[in-house]
């Protein structure tokens, strides 16, 4: 039955494959690990959609893990821009130097694991789909259609892996993992499955329940807690002064318009001119714009018709929207 799985899995992909600029056709030679890894660190937190245009600006810009290896860290950064979690982008040029400086990536998860910013996930999907190895990489979609296929209700991640690799084949494995990505995230989709174009319907524990929906239970999240801040306007002559922040931490190495620390009990200031809302992981953030003549912090001033080449994340970019909104209004 496993084996059958596998090949209806692998037939539905061969059908539906998906043309993505970091994978190759099914029966093709594998694409390059540094192009599966770039996409698989752009694509956690972040949309197909979104990642797409990205990944094929950061590859003509860094056609290889050598050439991103020499570039400078802030020219990354900048290139993220708008994609979040920067912490990714840190990780990822350390990593770079570090494959660079080996003369290539490790051929294996286990190998692979080590790397900065590589987890679990990552380096068993590397694993699988650059170098053909059985490795059971479990994301959050993969985890859904394992949970619902065998009926868990809140399987651990060793009982997840186990029952990936039940199904894996040994010769296939690359087209097997992304054929499973994708039922996650095309078919067996956390709210209303499509099971009715299903290729395992009839091998699935959940929807013989009549409600396969319920299947992962879902996870109780920690309550967010809400913090306050504040970002400094400075202009002259045509240009805004911005600064970086500091190199660890959120939004670390990151341009940004200067400004307080982000606190719980901070209210509004007087002299803002309005606020930005922005939800990180762990926290929502109010961050008000206050216009200022004194400089602040160690920067330098980014004229405002080239605002867009500063690589500021989407919470100062949205910032200097509202101003410059407020602005073209008056
Ligand atoms: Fe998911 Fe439905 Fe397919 Fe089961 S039958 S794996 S619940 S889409």
């Known amino acids: 039955m496993t084996a059958n799985i596998a090949k209806r899995l692998i037939q539905h992909y061969v059908d539906n494959f998906r043309r993505l600029p970091w994978r190759s056709p099914p029966h093709e030679p594998p694409p390059e690990p540094y192009r599966v890894w770039l996409s698989e660190v752009m694509l ?3 949309t197909v959609a979104t990642v797409r245009p990205r990944f094929e600006r950061f590859v003509e810009r860094w056609p290889t893990v050598e050439a991103l290896a020499a570039a400078p860290e802030a020219d990354v950064l900048s290139e993220w821009a708008g994609l979040g979690y920067y912490a990714r ?16 990536f490790p051929g294996s998860a286990a190998g692979l694991r080590v790397l900065p910013g590589i987890g ?3 380096s068993a999907a590397i694993a699988a789909i650059a ?7 479990v994301d959050t979609n993969v985890e859904r259609v394992i949970a619902r296929l065998y009926g868990l209700s809140a399987p651990s991640r ?3 892996e ?3 690799l039940a199904l894996m084949p040994t010769d296939r494995p690359g087209d097997f993992v992304q054929a499973m990505m994708d039922l996650g995230a095309t078919i067996c989709r956390p709210r209303n499955p499509r099971c009715g174009e299903c290729p395992l319907q009839h091998d699935c524990a959940a929807f013989a329940t009549g409600d396969p929906q319920a299947f992962p239970r879902a996870r109780k999240r920690a309550a967010r807690s809400h913090k306050a801040g504040v970002a400094y306007w400075i202009e002259r002559g045509g240009s805004v002064w911005l600064v970086r922040r500091p190199p660890r931490g959120l939004l670390g190495g990151m341009a940004a318009l200067p400004g307080s620390d982000w606190s719980e009990d901070m209210s509004r200031p007087r002299d803002a001119i309005g606020a930005v809302r922005h939800v990180f992981t762990h926290f929502s953030l109010d961050l008000f714009v206050v216009p200022r003549s004194e400089l602040e ?3 330098w001033w980014q004229p405002l018709d080239r605002l867009a080449e500063a690589g500021l994340p989407t919470l100062y970019k949205r910032a200097a929207d509202l101003v410059l909104g407020i602005r073209a209004a008056a």
């Open 44 to 46: 956690q937190q972040t």
């Open 89 to 104: 982008a840190r990780n990822l040029v350390a990593c770079a130097r570090e494959v660079a400086g080996r003369g290539g």
């Open 120 to 122: 679990a996930y990552t």
């Open 131 to 137: 170098f053909g190895e059985k490795a059971p990489a």
């Open 158 to 160: 060793a009982e997840v």
């Open 162 to 164: 186990a029952g990936v």
């Open 297 to 299: 912090g160690e920067g």
